[in-house]
């Protein structure tokens, strides 16, 4: 069994830069594909990021935080991270680390496809 613990999470301003790590306990963590998705209350869970395991590359940002959000990982310390800028009220969520060694290029973005997720952590973006 695979266990995520994200940490990070904050009550930020807009404009302000936050980082977000996750780290795993898996085995071989370099083979996983990691994702990072959020929920903000009232909506459902959406796609932000994800990062290719070893064997396959590229990293993939939904549109909305396309430019702003960055996502990188160490596999030494299996970790992944996502590097916030230019937060937005938008933003404000619970932030969940996903990973994965199933998916395939046209699940990246499937919640559903994803075998172990993290408790979350929250971020707000607020004034």
């Known amino acids: 069994q695979v266990q995520l613990v994200e940490s990070g999470g904050s009550l930020v301003p807009p404009g302000a830069s936050l980082r977000l790590s996750c780290e795993a306990s898996?085995?071989?963590?370099?083979?996983?594909?990691m994702a990072w998705f959020r929920q903000a209350p009232g909506k459902e869970r959406e796609f932000v990021a994800v990062?290719?395991?070893?064997?396959?590359?590229?990293?993939f940002y939904a549109d909305s935080v396309k430019g702003r959000f960055s996502m990188s990982r160490e596999n030494a310390k299996r970790t992944v991270y996502l590097q916030m800028n230019s937060l937005q009220p938008d933003d404000t969520a619970v932030y969940y680390c996903?990973?994965?060694?199933?998916?395939?290029?046209?699940?990246?973005?499937?919640?559903?496809?994803?075998?172990?997720w993290g408790p979350g952590t929250q971020v707000t973006v607020s004034s």
């Open positions: 996903a990973g994965g060694r199933r998916l395939i290029s046209t699940t990246l973005r499937r919640a559903s496809a994803y075998d172990y």
């Open positions: 898996a085995q071989s963590f370099n083979t996983y594909t």
């Open positions: 990062i290719r395991g070893s064997g396959h590359t590229g990293t």
